[in-house]
C-alpha cells in the first residue's frame, strides 16, 4: 500500500468513528437561535457578554489604562527578583503567535456578512481587551513556581486554588472538577487545533505556490518531507521551554507583524485616494448592509464571531504564556495581555481588511464565492505587489509555526497538571506533539479539528465561570498595582528633585 492511499484509509477510518461525536458536540457548542432573520451561537453572546461585563466592571480598563501597558510592556515598571521566566514583552508575544496566523490573514476576508462585519469586529475585540486582563491577572496569581524556576499557570491552576481562596473548602471539589476538564480541553485542542490544522494549512499553502500536486512538494514524500522538517524545528525549540519559546516568538512575531501591516499600509497608500470611501464603506455596512442575512444584526454578529474566533478572549488559553513572566504584581501582566486582542484583532484584522476593501472591491460583496479565505487577502496584495503572495505564504507558514510551538507549551502544561511533571511524562508528551506535527503534513483528520474547535470553545463557558467568580480578586491586585506605580512615580519625583542643583541667590 502507498503513503498517499494509507493516509486516505487513515482519514476515512478516523472520519467515521468520530463523525457522530464531532456532530454532536458541535451542535451543542455552537448551538445557534434565531435573531433578527439570522443564527447566533449562544457560545459568541457568551463571549461577547463576558466582554460587556468586565469592561463596565473595571471602569473600561482598556482604554484608561492602555497607556501603562505599553509602559509595563517597555520595562518601566520592571523589579529586580521577580519569579518568572520570561519579560513582560516576550510573555506578550508568545501569547500573541498563538492567536495570530491563518485566521487574521484569511479569516477576515469578508465576502461572508458584508464588508460592515469589521466595525463589529473591531468592536468586539476592543471589549475582548477587557476579558483578557481579568483571565490572565488570575493566571499569575494563582501560577505556581516550581523549585527549578519553571512556572505552570492557566486555568487548571487558577481555577482550583481561587475558588478555594474565595469560598474555602466548599470550591475544593468544584476546582478540582474544573480544572481536570480544562487540562483535558487544552490538551485535546493544542494536538489538533493547534498543532495539526496548522501544518496542515500551512503545508496547503506552500504546495498551492510551489506547482501544486504535481510541483516539488505535491507528492505524499513531499508533504512526508515538510512535516519531518517542521517537527525537528518544533522539537528542538520545544525542549528549551517557555525561555526558548519565547526567545524565538519575541523576534519571529514582531518581525513578521510588521512585514505584514507594512504590506498592507503600502497597498493602502498606494490607493489612499480610495481610504476614505473604505472607511465609509465599512461603517455604512455596519449599520446598512446589503444582501446580508438578518440586516445589521446578521453583519454584527458575523463581526462577533470573527473576533472571539481570533483573538481567544476568555476561552482560557492565553494565561498559561503569560503566567510565566517575572513580576511581582499579577495585575500588571494583566495589563500587558489585553494589547493582544488590540494587537490581533484591531491592528492587524482591520488592515487586512482595508486593504481586501481597498484593493479588490468586488471581493467582498455577498454572494461572491468565486475566491475565499488567504485567496482573497492574496490577490489583494497582488495587485500592487505581484510578487508578494510568495512573501505571504512565508508569513503564513512562520505564523503557523509561531502557533505550533506556542500551543505545544500549553499543551505541556495541560499534560503535566494531568500526569505529572517528571522528564519521562514531559518527553512522552513533546514526542506525541511532534509525532502529531509529521502528522499534520499527511494528514487533514478534519473530524478531529472540528472536534477540537468545539472543545476549546467549551472551555470558554467553564473558564468565564471562574472568572465571574473571581473578578472581586482581579480588582484587588489591580489596585495593589496602581498604588505601587503610584509609589514608583513618587519616588523617581523626588530623585529627580534631589538630583537638582540647588538654585543660586545672590544678595
Known sequence: MSLD??????????????????????????????????????????????????????????????RLAVDVVRGKYDEKGSAGEVNHFQALTAAVSGTVGLGNIAGVAVSIGGVGATFWMILCGLLGMATKFVEVTLGVKYREVHADGSVSGGPMHYLPKGLVDRFGSRGKTLGKVLATLASAMVLFFGLFGGNLFQINQSYA??????????????????????????????????????????????????????????????????????LPSAVGTIIEGAFNPEGVAGGVLGALIIGFKRAAFSNEAGLGSAPIAHSAVKTKHPASEGL???????????????????????????????????????????????????WFP???????????????????????????????????????????????????????????????????????VINIIGLYLLAPVVKRELNSFLEFVRARKAGEMEEADEDQEPVKTTV
Do not use: H
Open 336 to 386: 500587558v495581555a489585553l494589547l493582544e486582542p488590540f494587537i490581533d484583532t484591531v491592528v492587524i484584522c482591520t488592515m487586512t481588511a482595508l486593504t481586501i476593501v481597498i484593493a479588490s472591491p468586488d471581493s467582498w460583496k455577498v454572494g461572491n464565492g468565486d475566491a475565499q479565505g488567504v485567496t482573497i487577502t492574496s490577490d489583494a496584495f497582488a495587485t500592487v505587489m505581484p
Open 205 to 274: 499553502q506552500l504546495v498551492s505556490v510551489t506547482g501544486g500536486e504535481s510541483g516539488v512538494l505535491g507528492s505524499s514524500a513531499g508533504a512526508l518531507f515538510f512535516g519531518i522538517l517542521i517537527a525537528a524545528l518544533v522539537g528542538i525549540v520545544l525542549l528549551g521551554g517557555i525561555r526558548s519559546i519565547a526567545n524565538v516568538t519575541s523576534k519571529l512575531v514582531p518581525a513578521m507583524a510588521d512585514i505584514y501591516i507594512l504590506a498592507c499600509l503600502t497597498v493602502i497608500l498606494v490607493n489612499v485616494t480610495a
Open 390 to 460: 510568495y512573501i505571504l505564504t512565508v508569513a503564513v507558514l512562520l505564523f503557523a509555526i509561531s502557533t505550533v510551538l506556542t500551543w505545544g507549551y500549553y499543551g505541556l502544561k495541560a499534560w503535566s497538571y494531568l500526569f505529572g511533571r517528571s522528564k519521562a511524562s514531559e518527553l512522552t508528551y513533546k514526542v506525541v506533539y511532534t509525532l502529531f506535527a509529521v502528522a499534520g503534513s499527511l494528514l487533514t483528520l478534519q473530524t478531529l479539528v472540528n472536534m477540537a474547535d468545539a472543545v476549546l470553545f467549551m472551555l470558554a
Open 5 to 66: 492511499s494509507m493516509t486516505k484509509s487513515i482519514d476515512a477510518a478516523v472520519s467515521g468513528f468520530f463523525e457522530p461525536i464531532a456532530k454532536w458536540l458541535g451542535e451543542v457548542v455552537f448551538y445557534s437561535v434565531p435573531v433578527g432573520g439570522t443564527d447566533l451561537p449562544l457560545i459568541v453572546a457568551w463571549l461577547v457578554v463576558a466582554g460587556l461585563v468586565f469592561t463596565g466592571w473595571f471602569g473600561f480598563v482598556q482604554t484608561r489604562k492602555f
